[in-house]
């Protein structure tokens, strides 16, 4: 799925390298990054359940990088 390079580069710049691909789990459940985009300023990443391409969640990265939910596989 294509994504914008400037808000890679920008969710970069803030907080950390979250691209496209990368895979997190939470609660034993993984989840993948689809795409990279912002929400007045302030980066966020979709994601998308493996196995379940119907479940997407948009969340800040802030949060996504927050170790207490979503954990790198």
Known sequence: MPF????LNMVRNVRSDVEPGQRFKHNG???EVVDLRSLNGI??????RVGDPNELKLIAVSALLERYDFALE
Do not use: Y
């Not at 914008?4 to 808000?7: F, L, S, T, V």
């Not at 980066?43 to 998308?48: D, K, L, N, Q, T």
């Open 4 to 7: 914008d390079r400037n808000i």
């Open 29 to 31: 459940v993984a989840w």
């Open 43 to 48: 980066p966020h990443v979709r994601i998308v």
